[in-house]
């Protein structure tokens, strides 16, 4: 064999040397494709983790893109030189949340659904929080996520009101409609299989657009038709935990907020529910269903019966408390006229105190106040037009709040709804950051000058 340009003949070691470095070459460029896109590794794993709810065996397609995203920002921060996992003072109640839970798991005998709610629960958010902080650094990344949010809650609207009017030939992914699964299928639970998470996804992401609104990122009839249509989305669900928290959130937006324009925006959204509400009343089998659901007490008489058994259980280990998902198998046992072998809490602050103790309970409103205290936090003036904004900071506490009631009244082990959270949360600590941990190489004179302005 001969080179071009040359009579010698190559040596048979430089052309195995070529060829492995060539194999090399081509096995290494998914790596680099993946260390070269990061945001797309973020949005992919929230677009998994909304489409495969926990306990609907999907191919683990949720973990694929999770762990790829991992790998990828963790072989970006390496090339980079920055530093992986910065600590910031949410850290530490998230680290030992996530401790406590996983000596409860390493303490019972292997099950799969039970690491499956260690990783939704503690370490899904642990781990999106401080990724987040190292993905979204520029504010182009930050409006891509913005645009994700808006794309993701049209679709969400979409297929609640879709579900609505019986339209469900229009609904997919097609397992929302399964029976089988998940719960709520009376209702427009969309694709988390469950009406009070589909809301809080919902009204959380309601509040991103009326944010991208402000903003300028949305108007028009598309801006028109994604406002107008939350409210019928919100009504849809059929869940009244997630009626109120909606037109308490809108309420604080009405009154409690500075901004003229928002308050006029959240009055017209107001407006459209009533109006909404009010066309879902004239249909008799709409009426029907809205009549039943506002007069059921069999929920209440439930929640009544768990919650009474749930402090008895908390009373009887009240320090070391009961372990991961060890309360559905006791809650039955302690939990008189109920046939089911495991009964659900339906409160996040219940669960927490009967399976962590005092102490987990404690860890967990540490880390409320820490991500409640991201709102104080300064905005750099080269970024007050940004994503992360006076706005954004003003209307962070009104998120919280909408996760906040809502726990009290369901369990939050969904993916999605923490991820969503916790990556924002995420983005809100990194802000708040020195410039010298902020900085990355081949940054511009101005991104610098943005970064040196956050400190």
């Known amino acids: 064999m001969t080179s071009p340009g040359s009579g010698r003949m190559r040596s048979p070691v430089a052309w195995a040397s070529e060829a492995a470095w060539d194999g090399m070459g081509m096995g290494l460029r998914p790596l680099h494709a993946m260390v070269a896109a990061p945001t797309a590794l973020f949005l992919m794993a929230l677009t998994a983790m909304l489409l495969r709810h926990p306990d609907v065996p999907f191919y683990e397609i949720d973990r694929v893109a999770f762990a790829l995203l991992v790998v990828g920002v963790a072989v970006r921060a390496v090339v980079k030189r ?7 003072r949410a850290t530490w109640p998230m680290i030992g949340l996530t401790l406590l839970a996983v000596a409860s798991v390493i303490a019972q005998p292997f099950d799969n659904q039970t690491w499956c709610l260690l990783a939704a629960k503690f370490i899904v958010p642990f781990a999106l929080f401080h990724l987040a902080g190292l993905v979204f650094r520029e504010e182009r990344r930050l409006r891509q996520f913005e645009m994700f949010s808006l794309v993701v809650l ?29 719960y709520h299928v009376d209702r427009a639970r969309g694709p988390l299989l469950q009406a009070v998470a589909n809301g809080v996804s919902l009204n959380m992401l309601g509040v991103l657009a009326l944010h991208a609104f402000l903003r300028g990122r949305i108007r028009g009839l598309s801006a028109a038709v994604l406002l107008g249509s939350l409210p019928v989305a919100i009504l849809a669900t059929m869940t009244r935990a997630v009626w109120l928290s909606f037109a308490v959130s809108v309420m604080v937006l009405i009154f409690r907020a500075h901004n003229r324009r928002l308050r006029l925006i959240c009055v017209g959204v107001a407006i459209v529910g009533a109006l909404g509400l009010l066309v879902a009343l004239s249909f008799d089998d709409q009426r029907r269903a809205l009549t039943e659901r506002l007069k059921e007490s069999g929920p209440l008489d439930f929640r009544r019966a768990v919650y009474t058994a749930g402090w ?3 009373l009887e280990k009240p320090l070391t408390g009961w372990g991961i998902n060890q309360m559905p198998a006791e809650l039955a046992r302690h939990v008189s006229g109920y046939k089911e072998k495991e009964l659900y809490p339906h409160n996040t602050y219940l669960e927490l105190l009967v399976e962590h103790g005092v102490f987990g309970l404690a860890l967990y409103a540490w880390l409320m106040w820490e ?6 936090g300064q905005v750099p003036r080269t970024e007050r037009g940004g994503f992360l904004n006076r706005q954004f900071h003003a209307m962070w506490p009104v998120m919280l709040g909408i996760y906040w009631v809502n726990a009290a009244l369901v369990v939050m082990n969904y993916q999605f709804v923490n991820g969503l959270l916790f990556s924002m949360a995420g983005m809100l600590a990194a802000q708040q950051r020195p410039a010298a941990n902020e900085l990355e190489p081949g940054l511009s004179l101005s991104a610098r000058g943005v970064r040196g302005a956050a400190a």
């Open 312 to 314: 008895e259980m908390f």
């Open 154 to 182: 049209a679709y969400l609207c979409f297929t609640a009101i879709a579900f609505l009017v019986g339209a469900k030939s229009l609904i997919f992914p097609r397992f929302i409609l399964d029976e089988g699964l998940g």
């Open 371 to 376: 991500l409640w205290r991201l709102a104080r």
């Open 82 to 88: 920055d530093q992986l996992l910065v600590v910031e």
